[in-house]
C-alpha cells in the first residue's frame, strides 16, 4: 500500500516537472540518417538489459555515436566499447519516491543529443522523467501509461520475451 501511494506521488511530480516541457512535432523520415548523436536510457531489469545491448551494437554499425546511462555496477557489464562513453548513477542518486536527485536531474537538463532512446519497457517514471529533461529533436520509448508526455515516438510492444521485444525495436528503428 505504501509502495502505490509513493509512486502516485511521484507521477505527480514527474508530471509537475515535465508540464512545461513540450514535445516538438516532428517527421520520422530519415530519423537514423540524420541523427548522430544518441542517449540510449538502459533498462533496470538484468534480462532486458543484456538483450537491449543490440540497440547499441546497431547504432554502432551504422556509425552513431551512443552515450549509455546505466546505474554504475551495470556500466561494467557493457562491452568494454561503450564503457568510456557511459554515464553511470549510483542509488544515492536516486531519492524516496524512485526519482532522480536535484543533482542527476540538473546534468540532464544541460545535455543535449539527437535522439533519446529509453530502453525500458515497463514503467519507470525515473527513465521517463531523465528522457524529458534532456534536450533532443527525437524521444523514443515504449508505450507505457502517459507515454505520450515524454516520448515523440513510441514503440507499441506487448511481447514478453525481451530477445524479440528489442528485435522489434530495431525493425521499428530501421523503417525510419
Same mark, same amino acid.
Given at each position: ?11 505527480? +511530480? ?52 551512443? /552515450? /549509455? ?40 537538463? /544541460?545535455?543535449?543529443?539527437?535522439? /533519446? +532512446? ?45 530477445? +524479440? ?12
Amino acid at each position: 500500500m505504501f509502495d502505490s501511494i509513493k509512486l502516485k506521488l511521484a507521477r505527480i +511530480i514527474v508530471n509537475n516537472k515535465t508540464k512545461h516541457l513540450q514535445l516538438k512535432g516532428n517527421t520520422f523520415n530519415n530519423l537514423l540518417n540524420h541523427s548522430n548523436k544518441f542517449l540510449i536510457l538502459m533498462p533496470e531489469s538484468e534480462s532486458n538489459f543484456h538483450f537491449a545491448i543490440e540497440v547499441l551494437n546497431f547504432l554502432e554499425n551504422l556509425d552513431k555515436e551512443t /552515450v /549509455v546511462f546505466a546505474q554504475d555496477y551495470r556500466v561494467t557489464l557493457l562491452p568494454q566499447k561503450y564503457r568510456p562513453s557511459a554515464i553511470g548513477f549510483n542509488p544515492a542518486e536516486i531519492n524516496k519516491f524512485k526519482l532522480p536527485a536535484a543533482d542527476l536531474e540538473g546534468r540532464f537538463r /544541460v545535455l543535449q543529443f539527437d535522439a /533519446v +532512446i529509453d530502453l525500458e519497457k515497463d514503467e519507470n517514471l525515473f527513465n521517463s522523467l531523465l528522457a524529458s529533461l534532456v534536450k533532443a529533436n527525437i524521444k523514443i520509448g515504449f508505450k507505457k501509461p502517459n507515454s505520450d508526455k515524454y516520448y515523440s515516438l513510441q514503440i507499441n510492444n506487448t511481447e514478453d520475451n525481451p530477445e +524479440i521485444i528489442y528485435k522489434n525495436l530495431l525493425n521499428c528503428l530501421q523503417m525510419f
